[in-house]
């Protein structure tokens, strides 16, 4: 598989020098500086792409070209935002630069309530506390109607913590899900935001009332539209499942939880450039998931695999675990998708994903779950068990002869 890293620009305390080191191939980035729906012009995708080649490294994926909210909700610019998409990929198609990863999650990307929960060793890790996710829903964001989302087991877990949580708690629980992690995956918040509450609110407004259904169709529509130029220059799309895969996110509904979600797309438009990124992180927090059987089913359609692992525990929660554990199983994924590789002739780019914070990560330096060391130490852990399984399907082919 191509080893692939997610470099957040020039920006990025990770130095394209530095990949070249660790051993990455390839590079997994974006056009950062451009606000949601602009087009990505020739010129400067030329320029990221011969930056990232001077270092030896290849532009692999871009992660992500953001889709626009209108375009998810239908809006009245959603015509003249897919154009401007089209032209982004048209733009990139003619770079070379054919592995796009995208979500159509509403407003929100993904959500931890912990951006360093402590580990028994020292380290740190993201988590996902389903009680101060549905506190925040329901006493900070003041959600109307979100009482009916939850049980009653966890609203009296959100009662129980409304009697314990302090003014600093209260903000930390706002800077993991809006603050520190939505400015550099969506675009839709900034880490300077001063009223991101209000704003949070503006953006769930348009999707009042919507339900899965029409969500999908949205996506479809997206979807069949932008088909015609992946053709033209052999682009693939590539879904990302939504994180964490729960069925509604703050009354947003999600559409790509679980392999029906995933199997309804890949039938709703047969166009093998209608592709997945296999998250088997974002999977594996789903505790009804089966993510090995779905790699096997959805390999042929995968064109991007991002390996991580988390565990489910008690009363919704679940933490990330470290790469060699956890319930995604990566050293059978790496033999499923191997294997994929082989029988299509081409490489599937891999990048590691939310690293421990180990070291020297700590102390805001990186992104949330984006720390050089932690993934540093995932990114060795999965190149030995991506070398033992081609290892053992070569002695395997060994003794058929």
């Not at 580990?119 to 101060?132: E, H, V």
Request: charged share 25%; glycine share 8%.
């Amino acid at each position: 598989m191509e080893k692939t890293w997610r470099w957040f620009g020039e920006k990025d305390k990770v130095t394209l020098g530095m990949l070249r080191q660790i051993g990455v191939e390839g590079v997994v980035t974006s056009l950062y500086d451009l606000p949601n729906g602009e087009v990505w012009n020739l010129e400067a995708v030329e320029g990221l792409k011969r930056n990232i080649e001077s270092f030896g490294l290849r532009w692999s994926v871009v992660e992500s070209l953001p889709v626009s909210e209108q375009i998810k909700y239908a809006g009245p610019e959603r015509d003249r935002l897919i154009d401007s998409y089209i032209t982004s990929l048209d733009n990139l198609g003619r770079c070379g630069v054919t592995t796009v990863c995208y979500n159509f999650m509403p407003v929100i990307d993904w959500v931890r309530t912990d951006l360093e929960c402590p580990l028994p060793d020292g380290s740190t890790t993201l988590f996902f506390d389903y009680a101060k996710f549905a506190y925040f829903d329901l006493r900070i964001l003041s959600r109307e109607g979100a009482e009916a989302d939850y049980d009653d087991d966890v609203l009296a877990a959100v009662a129980e913590l409304e009697r314990t949580v302090t003014e600093k708690e209260k903000k930390s629980l706002i800077d993991a899900i809006i603050l520190k992690t939505q400015g550099f995956i969506s675009g839709n918040f900034s880490a300077e935001e001063q009223s991101p509450i209000e704003k949070f609110r503006r953006l769930l407004a348009p999707y009042a009332g919507m339900s899965a259904d029409a969500l999908f169709e949205n996506l479809r529509y997206f979807i069949d539209a932008v088909m015609p130029v992946c053709d033209r220059w052999n682009i693939d799309m590539c879904i990302h499942p939504d994180d964490p895969p729960l069925k509604k996110v703050f009354g947003l509904p999600r559409i790509m939880t679980d392999a029906d979600d995933v199997r309804r797309l890949l039938e709703a438009n047969g166009n093998p450039h209608n592709g997945l990124t296999f998250c088997a992180g974002s999977l594996s927090a789903g505790k009804d998931n089966d993510v090995v059987a779905m790699a096997r089913e959805f390999a042929p359609r995968t064109r991007f695999v991002h390996l991580r692992s988390c565990d489910v525990l008690p009363r919704g929660n679940f933490i990330e675990a470290p790469h060699t554990g956890g319930r995604a199983d990566l050293v059978e994924l790496c033999r499923i998708f191997l294997s994929e590789e082989r029988r299509r002739g081409q490489a599937i780019p891999m990048r590691v994903d939310h690293g421990r914070n180990i070291l020297s990560d700590r102390g805001g330096v990186y992104n949330p779950g984006y720390g050089l060391n932690g993934r540093m130490l995932a990114f060795g852990q999965v190149e030995g068990m991506l070398c033992a399984v081609d290892n053992e399907m070569r002695n395997d082919n060994l003794k058929k002869i």
